[in-house]
Structures are given as C-alpha cells and as structure tokens.
C-alpha cells in the first residue's frame, strides 16, 4: 500500500478529521538517515504529524516546520511538509538508542527530554506564524494535541505510531490521525467523540491489525456520519538541488570561498534534511567565486 493522507468531515460539520499511512515515508526516513528505532519512531511521528498537518495549509506555496527541541539524547527534531503530502525532517542523533519504556515500547519521550515544540507556518507573508509549546510528554502525539488547544484554541486529539520490525529494524507500520472539533460543536459531540476515544486501541495496535486511516478514523468517529472529501499521496521529499547548494555557497561570501580555495581541497556540503552530500571540486568553486564579482 502506498502512503497517503485522507481529509474527512462529519456531515454535521462539527469535526474535521485527517488520517495518514506513512510506512514508506518514515522507512526513506530511516535509510537516508540511517535511524536506530528510538530515532525512526520520533522522527516518523513527527513527520506523519507534520504531513497532516500540511495538509490543512491553503496553498501549495505554504510550508508548515515541526521543532521539537528537548534536552533528550535525540537532540532537535525537525519535520517540514507542504499542502501535497510532501515532508522531509531529520533529528540531531540517528544513533540514540536507550532501553525499552516501562511498558516494552520504544521510548521516544526519553530520546526527546524536557523541551518545547515549535511550529512555523510559511504561508508567504512577510512574518511567518510561530507558536511554542512546552513539551507535554514528548511522545509526539500528546505533544501535538495540546499544541492545537493551548496555542490554535482547536480541541484536538492526535493519534501518531511507528511499529519497527524487530530482527531488521526496519519499519513495519506508521500512521496516524487528528481529529478536530470545530467552534460551536454541542457538548454532546464531544462527548461522544471522548467516549469513543476512550475505547480505542493504540494507533501502532489499530495499524498491526491491518487497519486503514480510513478505518480507523471510522473507529473514531463511530456513530457519526463520516464523509472522506480528499485523498492525497504522502512521500518523504527534498527539495534540495545543486542550484540551492550552490547558493548557500555564494552566501558565505568572497573571502571564505577564496580560503576554501586556497585550501585546495574539494568542499563537501550536507542537505540534513534529506542527508545528500554535493561535492564541488576546486575548479567548480572558482566558478561560483567569480560570480559573486
Ligand atoms: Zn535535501
């Protein structure tokens, strides 16, 4: 199955819901960077929250950036996606890896420390939006929920799992949801919608058991009347390119790359999004030097 992102609303239009099947996005994650599970989980979370996230964006131009700073191992963890199911992100340590929680599951919270989520949205205006939160648990989901309440005042709950295959460590399954309650929904909307989220099983549960985002969105919402409007493709994506590079080089300005050149050795530079590498010999260097003339 390849990853996607479902857009659903209740008929009644009180709850806005999205779901994402993330499995290819969070295991291109882990190739590029080379993740132990602990950092595939937290990275995968956060890169299935922020493409649904993205996914609520205006316009494709728009860009939402996850910042999870915390005082764990892990360092910063970083996811930014566009309105198309596009995300990249990266975290400062790929190798952390720390004992099993209390309950046997990876322990992201641990990784991830004492911190604060930071979010940008770049909808092309001048000043970008930028809210912060303190950390909750640093498990990403409950992160993310008390996010949209304390700083976007939307009642939420997010729903994010990675399962990592335990002979390979490679990624077995990844999804997850958010759902929404919109301004003047009745108390008993909430209510229902507590009461079911109450029964239901972990995310990495529902999704071992073959569940889709739409079922388990259906799960959410039992007993309302759940419409699906939009299904979109999700991929792990860099928009990261030579040209780009090459700009960051010019820059850094005349006298540094007159040192570098002077130095006489090729320069590598590192996408830590994506983790590519570009190499630009000497002569290529000389090159870019005289177009800053
Ligand atoms: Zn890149």
């Known amino acids: 199955m390849e990853d996607y992102i479902v857009r659903a609303v209740t008929k009644d239009g009180h709850i806005r819901a999205f779901g994402a099947y993330s499995k290819a996005t969070v295991e291109e994650a882990r190739k590029r960077h080379d993740l132990s599970p602990v950092a595939a989980a937290a990275l995968g979370r956060t890169l299935t929250g922020a493409a649904m996230m993205g996914a609520m964006l205006k316009s494709e131009d728009d860009l939402i950036t996850l910042q999870i700073s915390g005082d764990g191992p892990i360092g910063t963890v970083m996811a930014t996606a566009d309105n198309t199911g596009r995300v990249k992100g990266f975290v400062g340590n790929p190798s952390v890896m720390l004992p ?43 992160d993310l929920t008390y996010y949209f309440a304390a700083s976007e005042q939307v009642p939420s709950c997010v729903g994010l799992g990675v399962l990592m295959n335990r002979d390979d460590a490679t990624v077995r399954e990844a999804g997850g949801f958010i759902v929404q309650l919109m301004p003047l929904a009745p108390e008993e909307v909430l209510s229902n919608l507590e009461e079911n989220i109450r029964s239901i099983s972990s995310v990495t549960d529902m999704l071992s058991e073959g569940r889709s985002p739409e079922q388990i969105i259906e799960c959410i919402l039992k007993g309302m009347d759940v419409e699906f409007t939009d299904r979109l493709p999700m991929q792990f994506y860099c928009n990261c390119d030579r040209d780009r590079i090459e700009k960051a080089l010019i820059s850094i300005g005349r006298q540094e790359l007159q040192k570098m050149i002077d130095d006489g050795e090729p320069i590598t530079m590192n996408c830590h999004f994506c983790n590519t590498d570009y190499t630009f010999e000497i002569d290529e260097l000389r090159g870019i030097l005289k177009k800053i003339r």
């Open 100 to 142: 099993p929680s209390k309950v046997g599951k990876l322990d992201v919270g641990k990784a991830v420390g004492d911190g604060v989520l930071t979010v940008v949205k770049d909808m092309g205006l001048k000043e970008p939006y930028a809210g912060q939160v303190a950390l909750q648990t640093g498990e990403i989901a409950e």
